[in-house]
Antibody
Framework: QVRLVQSGAEVKKPGASVKVSCKAS????????LHWVRQAPGQGLQWMGI????????SFAQNFQDRVTMTGDTSTSTVYLELSSLRSGDTAVYYC?????????WGQGTLVTVSS | DIQMTQSPSSLSASVGDRVTLTCRAS??????LAWYQQKPGKVPKLLIY???TLQSGVPSRFSGSRSGTDFSLTISSLQPEDVATYYC?????????FGQGTRVEVK
């Protein structure tokens, strides 16, 4: 079946970077855009950006423009989110989501904790 | 950027009640509006897209509608398993903004 499986939880120190992966299966990887969304503890959903797995072009929310990188690997059907210069406010669950009539399939989420 | 404003922020209703949640876009977005359900500790789930199209497998007690830039999600008969936070989202173009959510509880 169609699935997005994300990498495991991370604990990082302030100022460090984190890279989260999202592996797609059950569909043609290059046919659908993928998005990244995060959710801080007790807070709502925040859209971070979009990547086109077919070619790798990406676009980001203004809040993250200077700190985020999104890449894709068609050989493994995996997209990556890298966030740099981490601060405590980046502690959140990070989700990848497939775009088909909005976000129809979501990864299970990856908890990133930023703590000294 | 277009803002998405949901109301109320929370509500409590009895099992069997008809419940309506509202989402207002600050500018026109056509029908590019989705609703998600997020149960506590779980991943968001797509309920409705294109303002009123029910995602496959979603119970028919959920429905969506649009009037201009105002959108509604209605649960025709609230069930205990509907306890969740519901988010609207615009998806016509970037940024794909979410509303702040409406928490639904059962009395």
């Amino acid at each position: 079946q169609v699935r997005l499986v994300q990498s495991g939880a991370e604990v990082k120190k302030p100022g460090a970077s984190v890279k989260v992966s999202c592996k797609a299966s059950g569909y043609t990887f290059t046919d659908y855009y993928l998005h990244w969304v995060r959710q801080a503890p007790g807070q709502g959903l925040q859209w971070m950006g979009i990547i086109n797995p077919n070619g790798g072009s990406a676009s980001f929310a203004q809040n993250f423009q200077d700190r985020v990188t999104m890449t894709g690997d068609t050989s493994t059907s995996t997209v990556y989110l890298e966030l740099s210069s981490l601060r405590s406010g980046d502690t959140a669950v990070y989700y990848c989501a497939r775009e088909l009539f909005a976000f129809d399939i979501w990864g299970q989420g990856t908890l990133v904790t930023v703590s000294s | 950027d277009i803002q998405m404003t949901q109301s109320p922020s929370s509500l409590s209703a009895s099992v069997g009640d008809r419940v309506t949640l509202t989402c207002r876009a600050s500018q026109g977005i056509g029908n590019y509006l989705a609703w998600y359900q997020q149960k506590p500790g779980k991943v968001p789930k797509l309920l409705i897209y294109a303002a009123s199209t029910l995602q496959s497998g979603v119970p028919s007690r959920f429905s969506g509608s649009r009037s201009g830039t105002d959108f509604s999600l209605t649960i025709s008969s609230l069930q205990p398993e509907d306890v969740a936070t519901y988010y609207c989202q615009k998806y016509n173009n970037a940024p794909w903004t979410f509303g702040q959510g409406t928490r639904v509880e059962v009395k």
